[in-house]
């Protein structure tokens, strides 16, 4: 069974940059995708980012585009989120979670199809 812990969050300023880490293991054979997602008290949870495994393709948001950069380890145990130029509407609970692509990462993967999560990890941008 496929595992998933996040650290890195915290309390942050606005402007200043923190690094998530998502430490993965259980993975099969299969082709996956990892993807960061957050939900901010009473809104609905939201994709941030999304890396493939095997060939490293990515996605963002408009709204992270340009300030988020996913990435991960040679080994592919650990998915990194690097979180640059943050604002204060970043605040949220950051999650990460893990789809087998079998045809690959073409495009976003629905939050409905994201197998494994994590538990979370806080990250609160003060203006």
């Known amino acids: 069974e496929v595992q998933l812990v996040e650290s890195g969050g915290g309390l942050v300023q606005a402007g200043g940059s923190l690094t998530l880490s998502c430490a993965a293991s259980g993975f099969t054979d299969e082709d996956y995708a990892i993807g960061w997602f957050r939900q901010a008290p009473g809104k609905e949870r939201e994709a941030v980012s999304c890396?493939?495994?095997?060939?490293?393709?990515?996605y963002y948001p408009d709204s992270v585009k340009g300030r988020f950069t996913i990435s991960t380890d040679n080994a592919k145990n650990t998915v990194s989120l690097q979180m640059n130029g943050l604002k204060p509407e970043d605040t949220a609970v950051y999650y990460c979670a893990s789809v087998i692509i079998p045809r690959g990462l073409t495009d976003w993967v629905p939050q409905t199809d994201y197998d494994y999560w994590g538990q979370g990890t806080q990250v609160t941008v003060s203006s």
């Open positions: 890396i493939s495994l095997t060939d490293g393709t990515t």
